[in-house]
């Protein structure tokens, strides 16, 4: 029997503004020479999560690990990751991996050479959560959707009436619209390629278009059928597709898994808190953060920012060339002497 995990998972991924079951802690040292330390540090979390999470990170795939019970009676532990990256590159070779079900970041190092100062340019990027592979967001979100996106303050930070009610129509719009389509989307893509991969005749892809209302009904439950372990796999049947079984079911219940691992993960996204800090050593001059503390700056992003698009963190430095403070002195004053003996 297939399990009908899917539309349960919904409620996880649609939920953008919610009370926070975890929280993460991301630090990233950034030193002179471009090597990188990241810190990763699970909150409260259960000591399981030491060898499988969301992030892809344990202590057998190179990172140092410790563990700490916050209070003294906890059933749960503060467990702490950290790994040296030698630069930029090798860091997204481990941390930026094309995956459906872990959180990528990226890194990037810029040096820019200006003569009395040589500056720096650090991103650091977490990925967007949006998992869903058959739906394009700009047939759902407006300019000003992205627009309002971009201005949420800090986690945490009040907002207007006026945010308070449209961040509250965009949670209807994901989830009431986008949401439901991303899942029925990849149903219907599913039932599609599975017309390919049995070799059918290609007009049943046309009976299934023609259908596909009555196949989102099904999902969002308007017909007030119950959504019972195979109903995908029993309507198909029902429009004379020639699945051959049980082939079918096998197919649909690990297409099923892969649909449940990306919901998972964007309901992890959404349910949780995240604190990135970044530390430079050299004089900040610019940067986007929430918080700047000496060369120590933090982000506290709102989980609705990290879903959509992908969250930059940045911050721009830069560092005195005393080298080409001396030798412009030293022609000015060559120059200077030169020009009086004349």
């Known amino acids: 029997m297939i399990r009908l995990t899917t539309i349960s998972a919904i409620a996880g991924v649609i939920l953008l ?8 802690e991301l630090s990233t040292l950034v030193r002179e020479d471009g090597s990188l330390r990241k810190t990763i540090e699970l909150k409260e ?37 950290t790994r040296e990256f030698s630069s930029a590159g090798e860091f997204n070779e481990i941390m930026d991996q094309e995956s459906d079900s872990l959180f990528r970041i990226r890194v990037d190092l810029n040096e820019e050479f200006r003569w009395f100062f040589t500056y ?13 592979r058959y739906v394009d967001q700009q047939d759902f979100f407006t300019p000003e959707d992205y627009a309002f996106i971009d201005r949420l303050p800090a986690a945490g930070e009040s907002v207007s ?22 899942i029925f989307e990849a149903q219907l893509n599913f039932l599609m390629q599975k017309i390919d991969d049995y070799q059918l005749a290609p007009a049943w892809k046309d009976t299934l278009i023609v259908h596909r209302q009555d196949l989102y009904k099904l999902l969002t439950g308007e017909n007030g059928d119950d959504l019972n372990e195979d109903i995908f796999i029993e309507f198909a049947d029902s429009l004379g597709i020639p699945y051959p079984h049980p082939q079918i079911d096998r197919a649909y219940e690990r297409e099923l898994e892969q649909q449940e691992a990306r919901l998972n993960f964007m309901s992890w996204v959404t349910d949780g808190t995240f604190t990135n800090h970044i530390e430079v ?19 506290q992003p709102p989980t609705t920012r990290l879903l959509l698009r992908d969250f930059t963190m940045s911050v ?12 412009t002195a030293i022609v000015l004053l060559a120059g200077g002497v030169y020009f009086f003996r004349k």
């Open 316 to 327: 721009t430095a830069r560092r005195m060339n005393y080298w080409a403070v001396v030798t």
């Open 281 to 299: 050593p050299w004089k900040i001059v610019e940067s986007n953060a929430d918080i700047t503390e000496g060369n120590r700056l933090t982000w």
């Open 161 to 182: 009436k006026a945010d308070s009610l449209f961040a509250e129509k965009l949670n209807e719009k994901i989830m009431d619209v986008y949401a439901m389509e991303g």
């Open 17 to 24: 503004i919610t009370a926070c079951d975890h929280e993460s």
């Open 120 to 132: 720096f340019h650090f991103k650091e990027t977490f990925r967007a959560a949006d998992r869903f």
């Open 45 to 81: 979390a259960e000591q399981k999560l030491a060898r499988k999470n969301f992030y892809g990170i344990s202590p057998d795939n190179g990172w140092e690990y410790e563990q700490v019970r916050p209070e003294e009676n906890s059933k749960k532990y503060n467990l702490r990751f």
